[in-house]
């Protein structure tokens, strides 16, 4: 739990993205053990500055990633959905991991790594663009979602790999199609390596 709440009480992107990586390099190393001992579960995990956090209904439209400013946005979008994944499946691992058995604080430790990877390989591609994570506001609700099931395993299951991200592997597909319409394979191909890990995710 202490390993897991280190994660989401790194602010930086990127400093999370890091210790979530470390924290699955560092169950595979068997250097942890699993107890409910420790500190609370935080709340919230800390965020960095930027990006300015909106409700979903105030969040500006990103056009259908036609043009370099529509694909941008789609993939700061999905950068900020990575980055809220990490905080869901490090706070899984931490919150219920020591109830269950080991295999289900395995799963969450290996999806946090991955998610890890998915918001690091998102943050190159809009650094190759000439922008960063943060450019642009982004949307809360997926962490709202974490806050409504924080007292239910079942309820947190049911919304995290049951729905948001098996809704990720509904429109994943018609977007690598976009990308690589525009001529945009890099970006496709991250898309591609996305939605073959999410499908073990909605599996956990």
Same mark, same amino acid.
């Given at each position: 739990?202490?390993?897991?709440?280190?994660?989401?009480?790194?602010?930086?992107?990127?400093?999370?993205?890091?210790?979530?990586?470390?924290?699955?390099?560092?169950?595979?190393?068997?250097?942890?053990?699993?107890?409910?001992?420790?500190?609370?579960?935080?709340?919230?995990?800390?965020?960095?500055?930027?990006?300015?956090?909106?409700?979903?209904?105030?969040?500006?439209?990103?056009?259908?990633?036609?043009?370099?400013?529509?694909?941008?946005?789609?993939?700061?979008?999905?950068?900020?959905?990575?980055?809220?994944?990490?905080?869901?499946?490090?706070?899984?691992?931490? $919150?219920?991991? =020591?109830?269950?058995?080991?295999?289900? %604080?395995?799963?969450?430790? *290996? &999806?946090? !790594?991955? /998610?890890?990877? @998915?918001?690091?390989?998102?943050?190159?591609?809009?650094?190759?663009?000439?922008?960063?994570?943060?450019?642009?506001?982004?949307?809360?609700?997926?962490?709202?979602?974490?806050?409504?099931?924080?007292?239910?395993?079942?309820?947190?299951?049911?919304?995290?790999?049951?729905?948001?991200?098996?809704?990720?592997?509904?429109?994943?597909?018609?977007?690598?199609? $976009?990308?690589? =319409?525009?001529?945009?394979?890099?970006? %496709?191909?991250?898309?591609? *390596? &996305?939605? !073959?890990? /999410?499908?073990? @995710?909605?599996?956990?």
């Amino acid at each position: 739990r202490q390993a897991a709440v280190g994660v989401l009480l790194t602010a930086d992107a990127r400093e999370m993205a890091a210790a979530a990586r470390a924290l699955r390099a560092r169950w595979d190393a068997g250097e942890l053990r699993l107890s409910a001992d420790g500190p609370p579960m935080p709340g919230r995990p800390a965020r960095p500055a930027r990006p300015e956090l909106r409700p979903p209904n105030q969040m500006p439209k990103r056009g259908r990633a036609g043009s370099p400013r529509s694909r941008f946005a789609m993939l700061h979008a999905l950068a900020h959905i990575e980055l809220n994944a990490i905080d869901l499946a490090a706070d899984m691992a931490g $919150r219920w991991g =020591a109830d269950m058995p080991p295999a289900f %604080a395995s799963d969450w430790v *290996r &999806i946090a !790594d991955e /998610e890890a990877q @998915h918001f690091l390989l998102l943050a190159g591609l809009l650094e190759a663009a000439g922008g960063s994570y943060g450019d642009l506001p982004a949307h809360d609700g997926l962490w709202e979602s974490a806050e409504r099931t924080a007292d239910s395993l079942e309820a947190r299951l049911a919304v995290v790999p049951q729905v948001l991200e098996a809704r990720g592997l509904d429109v994943t597909p018609p977007l690598i199609a $976009r990308f690589r =319409a525009a001529g945009d394979d890099g970006a %496709a191909d991250v898309l591609q *390596r &996305i939605f !073959d890990d /999410e499908i073990t @995710h909605v599996e956990a």
